[in-house]
């Protein structure tokens, strides 16, 4: 079965400044995906980025940009230029691909991300 | 534009009455469609999935079940509530072989 740890239960960051949320996770398999979700105060999930494993070249989405580190099992959310619409709890998710149809997320904890103005 | 929706947006009910809880997606055919649910400050748990019409896995025993009677229908149920089953639902929708899922709003459960 897979794992996704989170550690950090809460981080806080200064308006304009860049911060890096951590995302270990544990698994045998060679084939996955990895995602960053952001839930704000809304509660609804929204999609960040995601990182296919069998690419080396690390994600980006405008200010978000992952450091996925496949050997170490460590992938990384960077956001740069903090914005105070970032406040939200963030979640690292993993996904085994199968053969099959559907897809099973496995999700961690979650990190709550303030930003200060 | 695809758009998924689910209410309602709270409910509250005793324990021991029926639970439904509905989740559409609009603007795609043949989603996969799953059920999650969240605890207070914890991450999210899968709690079925669905690939198709009828067709439904579920991934923890408990005390709900999960029907698809259209293709962008899918309904989380219970036919007595327990406290333990308070939480955040949140349904999701995923083109097939997309590996992208989308959440709904969500139904936020208090069973008192």
């Known amino acids: 079965a897979q794992t996704v740890t989170q550690s950090q239960p809460e981080m806080s960051v200064q308006e304009a400044e860049t911060v890096t949320l951590s995302c270990t996770y544990d698994?045998?398999?060679?084939?996955?995906?990895l995602f960053w979700y952001k839930q704000p105060p809304s509660r609804q999930m929204i999609l960040v980025i995601r990182?296919?494993?069998?690419?080396?070249q690390n994600a980006t989405e405008n200010r978000f940009s992952v450091n996925f580190q496949k050997a170490a099992k460590s992938f990384s959310l960077k956001i740069s230029d903090s914005q105070l619409g970032d406040t939200a709890m963030y979640f690292c998710a993993f996904m085994k691909l199968h053969t099959g149809a559907n897809s099973k997320l496995t999700f961690g904890k979650g990190i709550t991300l303030s930003v200060r103005p | 534009s695809q758009t998924i929706h689910q209410w309602p947006a709270t409910l509250v009910q005793p324990v021991g009455s029926p639970l439904s809880l509905e989740c559409t997606v609009e603007?795609?055919?043949?989603?996969?469609l799953y059920w999650y649910r969240q605890a207070a400050g914890r991450g999210l748990q899968l709690l079925f999935y669905s690939v198709g019409i009828g067709q439904i896995s579920s991934e923890v025993p408990q005390n709900l079940s999960a029907s698809r009677p259209q293709d962008r229908q899918f309904i989380l149920s219970s036919k007595k509530l327990l406290l333990s089953d308070s939480g955040f639902y949140l349904c999701?929708?995923?083109?097939?072989?997309?590996?992208?899922?989308?959440f709904g709003p969500g139904t936020r459960l208090t069973v008192t």
């Open positions: 999701a929708w995923e083109a097939g072989g997309n590996y992208e899922q989308y």
């Open positions: 698994t045998s398999e060679s084939n996955y995906y």
């Open positions: 603007g795609t055919s043949n989603p996969n």
């Open positions: 990182q296919e494993a069998y690419k080396q």
